[in-house]
């Protein structure tokens, strides 16, 4: 099985940063992408961002480009996403995803992740 424990989650001031971490244990082996999706009350799960660990290719949504940034420590079996310049429309359950994918794509569907975290909640007031 694979495990997945996020963290980082709270509540800031719009313009602010904060930084998500999350920790994969168990069959690491059996995924190479891993990404970030979030759900706000009443709206579908989206994706943020992800990334091929294998060909170090990342994927964006629009909505946060040039704001967030994905990163992966393979020693540690970490991902993070670094958000920076909070809007008050980043509130949301953020959730990590592992999944595995061919080398030069970046997998962004929900449909396309096998394992998922509990999620960290962020609360971005104006």
């Known amino acids: 099985q694979v495990q997945l424990v996020e963290s980082g989650g709270g509540s800031v001031q719009a313009g602010g940063s904060l930084r998500l971490s999350c920790v994969a244990s168990g069959y690491t082996n059996r995924f190479n992408c891993m990404g970030w999706f979030r759900q706000a009350p009443g709206k579908e799960r989206e994706a943020v961002a992800s990334?091929?660990?294998?060909?170090?290719?990342?994927y964006y949504a629009d909505s946060v480009k040039g704001r967030f940034t994905i990163s992966h420590d393979n020693a540690k079996n970490t991902v993070y996403l670094q958000m920076n310049s909070l809007k008050p429309e980043d509130t949301a359950m953020y959730y990590c995803?592992?999944?595995?994918?061919?080398?030069?794509?970046?997998?962004?569907?929900?449909?396309?992740?096998?394992?998922w975290g509990q999620g960290t909640q962020v609360t971005v007031s104006s």
């Open positions: 990334i091929n660990t294998s060909g170090r290719m990342t």
């Open positions: 995803a592992a999944g595995s994918s061919a080398i030069f794509y970046v997998p962004r569907r929900t449909s396309e992740f096998n394992y």
